[in-house]
Structure formats: structure tokens, C-alpha cells
Nanobody
């Protein structure tokens, strides 16, 4: 069973940046696609970003609302996933969840194997 632990959330002013980390244990992540989701109060869970398994030629995917502002990356040697968030807006306020998918490639609707507990990001305007 893999454990995913997010960190790096917090309070930031609009226009600022944050970097989220997701440390995995119990399983090597190098063979799995990984991603980020978020959920704001009263809203449905939203796909943020995903990255395929190959760290050297990783393919990245982004939700429309974060394209050009967020960047997903991974360090398989550290068993860690990252999300660099720039030009933050108040609408980015949400709990951010790290996920590990069931295989190495990402496609829309791919089943998620494991979820982290989430980290709160609050953007003040």
C-alpha cells in the first residue's frame, strides 16, 4: 500500500507562488503516472495536472484553468511529485490532493490507485 503525503500548502496573496510536494512511501512511483486534483468548498473535485511515468520524457497534462500557470514535475529518485503554482488567483483556493494512477501512462478517466490526505491552499485577493 502506497502512502502519499502532501506538503507546501498555505496562505499566499494573489499573484504569488507556492510549490506543493507529495512524498510517496511504501512503493516506488517511477512506474506510475501521478497527478494533482483539487476541491474547493461546495464545488466538485477538479483535475489539475498529471504526469506520465517516464521522468526523462515525461508527458504532462493540465486542466484548462491552470494551463500556463502551474507546472507538474517529478523526482523519481526522491519518490516525490511536485506542483509549482505561479500567478495564483483567489479561485485557486482549495484542498489539493496528490494521486497515484494505476499505470504508467495518463489518460482522461484513468483510475486512481491512491490518494493523499490533501493540503490546503488559500489565496487571498
Amino acid at each position: 500500500q502506497v502512502q502519499l503525503v502532501e506538503s507546501g500548502g498555505g496562505l499566499v496573496q494573489a499573484g504569488g507562488s507556492l510549490r506543493l510536494s507529495c512524498a510517496a512511501s511504501g512503493r516506488t512511483i517511477s512506474s506510475y503516472a501521478m497527478g494533482w486534483f483539487r476541491q474547493a468548498p461546495g464545488k466538485e473535485r477538479e483535475f489539475v495536472a498529471a504526469i506520465s511515468a517516464n521522468a526523462i520524457r515525461a508527458i504532462t497534462y493540465y486542466g484548462d484553468s491552470v494551463k500556463g500557470r502551474f507546472a507538474i514535475s517529478r523526482d523519481n529518485a526522491k519518490n516525490t511529485l511536485y506542483l509549482q503554482m505561479n500567478s495564483l488567483k483567489s479561485e485557486d483556493t482549495a484542498v489539493y490532493y496528490c494521486v497515484l494512477y494505476t499505470g504508467g501512462s495518463y489518460y482522461y478517466g484513468r483510475p486512481v490507485d491512491s490518494w493523499g490526505q490533501g493540503t490546503q491552499v488559500t489565496v487571498s485577493s
